[in-house]
């Protein structure tokens, strides 16, 4: 039988002050709190850095009998023992990485009651070593930190979380649970309280905004030569860039090492030996910018984190919250910075109907990645589209930061070069891609340009005086803003849209808007 010494918040608040050294609880810590002490299952839904850990640390010291939080994070459990350790609570940590002595020293004390806390992976539970020896011991609560991954409509789920589920139900005393999560859209959250049983009143909800991350939008630009300045003005910071594929990680790798910069790299095809050699460097602030696929981040808790730039398309609005949200962890102004092309959306297209998803799942993938494509597309405030999106009935306010809310609205006339590109594709029958259209527009003598006759083309060389690499960026511009389609073809063939005929025609005109990031300073930095 639990026995509660303490029930009130007016001993959360001592606690707080004396053990953590904070003057007042942030927003949502209270009303998690108080459903814990009232042993009742909660669900707590905050911003990375919002102060999860405190919600179910504080119930964890003021409750008799040990907490068990399960995390999938193996490499955060070791920060966060230690941390409870140092202000002299008795934490540990159990996973795959201890030694058979370790772990057997560890299971002997959780028996004998020693801890207050005990850290778990989700497949612990598959162990019936450990079901026997937590069905003896007094338990205050569990605790399910990441909880989105509970739930099969999240993007990261897990079975083995799952199946915790039908493991508890089989413990002597269930004790209560605390579900945390920072990203969980109303069917996550809807499926998290079916699961746990969790009432709709002990849902805290306190919104994901991230009022330090300045989200940036950048279309229409040479990729690399943006990255390259970007670093080249943040010299003094650190950030990760993101690449879809391997290959390309590979190649930024070496692009920026010639460059001169320090770079670390890292993606699920190196050995875990250099991967986790690469991973310290950065964690030790050794390099100045990681270059990853999204293999890399899960459980990396870098607060510094100065800039994250996704080079293409993530796959989901999720996906790219959870990456993006890897900046700015400490709190401080942070860029999160999507370069986007119009071809950017094959890939993941592509990578959907390769995977081995049921069809109800792809659709709802594909629905998901629209979403995605639309962000790019929304001249409104980006973080309130991303908010939005994740919390469809809270009224979220524009965040005054994003390159939508701040663009000064100069814009340069681009309809001549569309009208040029788009004329050129028209010759061509819209039976070609970007890559020939662009060699055309150039006056390429490239064999495939004069096997079709193009260099007899009218359009032919109307755009000699840019690179060729310029003008395909133009063509993906025009993609992207749907002047030109591509289906759904793994190689794409460029067609006009019923936009493109009114540029055409003369009927509307092509505005592209200037973009710059500017440097922060404390001023323009409204937190709250
Ligand atoms: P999350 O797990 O939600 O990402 P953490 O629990 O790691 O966030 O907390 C982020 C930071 O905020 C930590 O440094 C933590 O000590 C601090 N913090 C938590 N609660 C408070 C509070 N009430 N007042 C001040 N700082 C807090």
Request: charged share 20%; hydrophobic share 35%.
């Amino acid at each position: 039988i639990r026995k509660v010494y303490i029930m009130d918040l007016q001993s959360a608040r001592t606690l707080l002050r004396n053990y953590f050294g904070y003057d007042a609880f942030r927003k949502g810590q209270e009303p998690l709190i108080q459903a814990a002490l009232n042993n009742e299952n909660a669900l707590g839904i905050m911003p990375t850095g919002g102060g999860k850990s405190i919600c179910y640390q504080i119930p964890g010291i003021l409750l008799d009998g040990t907490a068990i939080i399960i995390s999938p994070l193996i490499s955060l459990m070791k920060d966060q023992v230690d941390s409870l350790e140092t202000i002299g609570i008795h934490a540990t940590y159990i996973n795959s990485t201890l030694s058979k002595e370790t772990y057997e020293v560890r299971m002997r004390q959780l028996q004998q009651g020693d801890y207050d806390f005990v850290y778990v992976a989700p497949e612990r539970f598959d162990s019936e070593h450990f079901f026997t020896i937590i069905n003896q011991i007094p338990i205050s609560f569990i605790a399910f930190d990441e909880a989105h991954c509970i739930s099969q409509w999240g993007h990261d789920f897990r079975p083995s979380y799952r199946s915790i589920i039908e493991t508890l139900t089989k413990l002597h005393h269930i004790p209560f649970l605390m579900a945390l999560t920072a990203t969980a859209t109303p069917e996550v959250i809807q499926d998290i309280q079916v699961l746990l049983n969790i009432a709709d009143s002990n849902v805290i909800n306190t919104g994901f905004a991230r009022p330090n991350l300045y989200f940036h939008l950048i279309k229409g630009q040479d990729k690399q030569q943006f990255m390259l300045n970007y670093l080249k003005e943040h010299a003094q910071e650190v950030g990760i860039v993101y690449a879809p594929t391997r290959k390309l990680v590979e190649s930024t790798y070496s692009f920026l090492v010639k460059k001169g910069y320090q770079v670390a790299y890292y993606h699920a095809g190196l050995s875990e030996e250099l991967r986790k050699n690469e991973q310290n460097k950065f964690i030790n602030d050794e390099v100045q910018v990681m270059v990853a696929t999204n293999a890399f981040g899960m459980g990396i808790d870098k607060s510094n984190v100065r800039y994250v730039i996704h080079y293409s398309l993530p796959m989901n609005i999720e996906a790219y919250y959870q990456e993006a949200g890897r900046a700015g962890r400490d709190g401080e102004p942070s860029d999160c910075i999507l370069l986007y092309s119009g071809q950017d959306s094959h890939l993941q297209k592509f990578l959907i109907e390769q995977s081995l998803l049921d069809e109800e799942k792809k659709s709802l993938e594909y629905k998901k990645l629209q979403a995605m494509i639309n962000y790019c597309h929304t001249e409104n405030c980006l973080q309130e589209y991303i908010l939005n999106y994740f919390n469809a009935d809270q009224r979220v306010v524009a965040c005054n930061n994003c390159s939508n809310c701040t663009h000064t609205g100069t814009k340069i006339d681009r309809t001549r070069d569309a009208q040029m590109v788009l004329s050129c594709v028209m010759r061509m029958n819209q039976k070609f891609g970007a890559g020939l259209t662009a060699q055309v527009l150039k006056g390429s003598k490239n064999q495939k340009v004069k096997q079709f006759h193009f260099d007899q083309l009218s359009t032919y060389g109307l755009m000699r005086n840019r690179t060729e690499k310029e003008i395909t960026q133009f063509i993906h511009f025009l993609v992207a803003e749907g002047y030109l389609s591509t289906g759904d073809q793994r190689f794409p063939i460029l067609q006009l849209t019923k936009e493109a005929t009114r540029i055409l025609k003369n009927e509307v005109k092509l505005h592209v808007r200037e973009t710059h990031i500017s440097q922060h300073d404390e001023s323009d930095y409204n937190d709250d």
